[in-house]
């Protein structure tokens, strides 16, 4: 194997690992991003542990954020609250962040 052979499979490596971790931060910050919304709709702490659940999984329905976007927009109107677009995008970029920090840290 040559030194060049050795540098791509380390960035292949390296790229594998950098997804899975993204991937888990996404499903942490949707989780973190449930258990805001529960908080904002007064659900109980069981009910917004279901509910975190609920967003995490909404996740997987088409690929990108919009199906998590919709489901917490929709719930939120549907509980009879306005609540802003810019709002939820912006704390699903905080969240993002913490997410990626937890993540990295090991948490």
Do not use: C, H
């Not at 050795?6 to 499903?27: T, V, Y």
């Not at 919304?37 to 919009?66: H, I, N, T, W």
């Not at 919709?70 to 969240?95: P, Q, T």
Request: a negative charge; proline letters at 2%.
């Amino acid at each position: 194997m040559t030194t060049f052979d050795d540098r791509e499979k380390g960035f292949e490596s390296k790229f594998a690992l950098d997804q899975a971790q993204e991937f888990r931060a996404m499903a942490r910050r949707n989780k973190l991003l449930g258990l805001w919304a529960a908080e904002k709709m007064g659900l109980s702490p069981e009910s917004a542990e279901d509910y975190a659940k609920a967003v995490v999984r909404a996740d997987f329905e088409q690929p990108g954020e919009e199906d998590v976007f919709r489901k917490i927009a929709g719930d939120f109107e549907g509980a009879g609250m306005e609540i802003r677009e810019s709002e939820i995008r912006r704390k699903m970029d905080e969240l993002a962040s913490v997410a990626r920090d937890q993540v990295r840290a090991g948490e």
